[in-house]
């Protein structure tokens, strides 16, 4: 019997009522006239690249956006049927929706996504303060939120995630530790807790000097009492800045961070599916052209063979209390782990930022706070190592293992 292989999917919905001041995810306000020929487009593509994962199971799917709610139930049901009708779909799915709690607040709307196949909500709480959404150009307010909330369980949809933000303009640590306890108080299966980036291109980014962001310093100071408490509370950190009760972490997530493959769909969707990571452009009209018959344009298209993963397998796996892994990194590879990484990872527990747990190396809270730093001296590990065993075969110095 012939083992099919796991695939994530991603549907990208761009639509949304009104872009936040700090996002620059590919969204398009204000063109609810366009969103029957993007969904029709969809089910096209869809129905089309079918074929292409006849030997996978559907495992996860995740609409994100955007705001996926927006589209409406009907829409969304219309996509996922197609999903389900033209790939093969395991029993268990996580089928995961992105929601906005204004467009989440009709218990019966979710019940129908429910009953059509959707099984985890992820709401985008962000604050529990009416003034900070006002402030980060969200159209919610926190009683928007208590009823989307009660209204998912009232839908009797059972994996609830809240996506929050620290380090909003003004933001102090106890109004922080306010909104996460107001966050806590619903209690959601899984919380997504993300510091503030304040990216270029964005309204955000024009007043970041008088915008009253909270400091480096501020902002570590509320990640790592977010780790604390949510321990607390039954909350296992298992990614930098994600946190789930046993069992509940973010399957589909996890695809991304453990490089297992996913296919995307959607104007700016990503894909790493057959050995090819691609990106579509992000250009809604160019897509909705190409699902029904014209050529579609990428931003990305690289094949990448599984030997030559080895950074990316560095920089995601770093991210995970799962950690890295060095029989994982030995099968994989072909290379050995210790005289490569150990020197570095010796330094990195002497400071606090590193554990090894059953011969498994992971950050600690202190360590998440500069792991863009710790990945960068695991990068250059990696490197040195690649420069070495190059000069050496240059040389014909056949003294040095080469695999």
């Known amino acids: 019997m012939k083992i099919r292989r796991p695939l994530g999917l991603y549907v990208h919905i761009p639509f949304c009522k009104s872009k936040c001041v700090y996002c620059d995810f590919y969204s398009l306000p204000r063109s609810e006239d366009r969103m029957d020929a993007y969904t029709d487009a969809l089910c096209a593509h869809l129905t089309e690249a079918a074929p292409l994962a006849a030997s996978h199971t559907v495992d996860t799917v995740y609409f994100g956006g955007g705001t996926p709610s927006y589209l409406g139930e009907k829409r969304l049901c219309k996509i996922l049927k197609v999903i389900e009708k033209r790939y093969q779909v395991a029993r268990d799915a996580e089928i995961t929706l992105e929601a906005n709690p204004d467009s989440a607040g009709d218990w019966k709307a979710l019940r129908a996504l429910r009953r059509c196949g959707f099984n985890r909500i992820s709401l985008g709480m962000q604050s529990a303060c009416d003034e900070e ?48 306890a107001a966050a806590v108080a619903l209690n959601p299966e899984h919380l997504s807790c993300y510091g503030l980036k304040v990216e270029e291109g964005t309204p955000l980014f024009a007043i970041k000097d008088t915008a009253g962001l909270p400091g480096d310093e501020e902002q570590a100071d509320m990640y790592l009492q977010t780790v604390e408490f949510l321990k607390q509370y039954g909350y296992e950190q298992y990614e930098i800045s994600n946190f789930a009760k046993p069992g509940r972490e973010s399957r589909h ?5 453990k490089l297992q ?6 104007p700016g969707a990503h894909s790493d599916f057959g050995g090819v990571r691609y990106a579509y452009e992000k250009d809604l009209d160019a897509y909705i052209a190409a699902a029904h018959g014209g050529q579609f344009r990428f931003s990305e298209n690289t094949v990448i063979p599984p030997r030559d993963r080895d950074v990316e397998w560095v920089m995601l796996g770093a991210r995970l209390i799962s950690g890295l892994d060095p029989k994982d990194y030995e099968a994989q590879f072909r290379r050995r782990f210790d005289p490569i990484f150990l020197p570095f990872l010796q330094k990195c527990v002497a400071a606090g930022y590193a554990v090894s747990e059953n011969g498994v190396w992971h950050l600690t809270p202190k360590g998440f706070l500069v792991s863009n730093q710790i ?29």
């Not at 997530?253 to 961070?257: A, D, I, R």
């Not at 493959?261 to 959607?266: L, S, T």
């Not at 190592?385 to 003294?399: I, P, S, T, V, W």
């Open 133 to 180: 959404l006002r402030t980060i150009g969200r159209v919610h307010t926190m009683e928007q939120v208590q009823q989307a909330a009660e209204a998912a369980r009232k839908a009797k949809i059972q994996n609830l995630s809240l996506d929050l933000i620290y380090g909003l303009p003004h933001q102090t640590q106890e109004r922080w530790m306010e909104n996460l």
């Open 253 to 257: 997530n996890l695809k991304y961070w």
């Open 261 to 266: 493959e996913y296919a995307g769909f959607g």
């Open 375 to 403: 990945i960068g001296g695991l990068l250059d590990a990696q490197a040195a190592e690649k420069q070495r065993r190059a000069d050496a075969a240059a040389r014909g110095d056949f003294r040095v293992n080469l695999d």
